[in-house]
């Protein structure tokens, strides 16, 4: 955890000033380091900005740890990790900003890297929710384009989730998951839910 903390201190500024206008003293001086030492502790700016990125995967691997290979159904095998994941969200949420708004600012190689490990995620949601259709528990769908929309209506939590608002933290996992899994309409709705036909979209 030590380097966590020591990156909170990172994120801090790149998240106030932006990537690009964030300097190496002020990102020394943050972390407590000469600038010496931060040159010692990384080589560039770039490649702290990647460290941050790494970090935000290994958060994302912890999400989904030992889940996917349990003995628990498909069904709560998505509810721990969708819970996991929107927790982690709230917890790192100006880490989040940065993962999803200065990925270009990453070399090629490094958002490679990055995109590599992020369908490694990707994966895992998709296979939970094959292995709840072939159960019979998930309504059969496109995988990937029900991968993506979960992944969309969580990852956009950075964006207006404020802790100090109407929604505590420690409920918005619980709501994420009933609009996810029951949607909105009321039980007594008499509109039924039917798919658009293709062409109709």
């Not at 090629?108 to 949601?125: C, D, G, P, S, Y």
Request: glycine share 4%; proline share 3%.
């Amino acid at each position: 955890m030590r380097r966590l903390e020591v990156l909170q201190k990172a994120i801090k500024v790149f998240y106030e000033r932006g990537y690009r206008d964030a300097t190496i003293n002020q990102l020394a001086a943050e972390m407590g380091f000469s600038k010496a030492a931060f040159y010692h502790y990384v080589r560039s700016k770039q490649d702290l900005l990647y460290i941050i990125f790494d970090s935000v995967m290994d958060l994302l691997q912890d999400t989904v740890k030992g889940i996917m290979h349990s003995e628990a159904s498909p069904e709560r095998k998505l509810r721990q990790i969708v819970t996991n994941y929107v927790a982690m969200i709230v917890e790192y949420r100006e880490m989040l900003e940065i993962y999803f708004t200065e990925k270009t600012e990453l070399s090629r190689e490094q958002q490679n890297a990055i995109t590599l490990r992020e369908r490694e995620f990707m994966h895992v949601i998709r296979d939970v929710y094959q292995e709840g259709v072939a159960a019979g528990l998930f309504v059969e769908l496109h995988p990937s384009v029900v991968t993506n929309i979960i992944l969309g209506m969580c990852g956009w939590i950075y964006r207006w989730y404020d802790p100090e608002g109407v929604v505590p933290a420690n409920q918005l996992p619980n709501m994420v998951l009933h609009i996810l899994t029951r949607g909105i309409e009321s039980p007594r709705s008499e509109v039924p839910f039917t798919l658009v036909e293709e062409g109709n979209l």
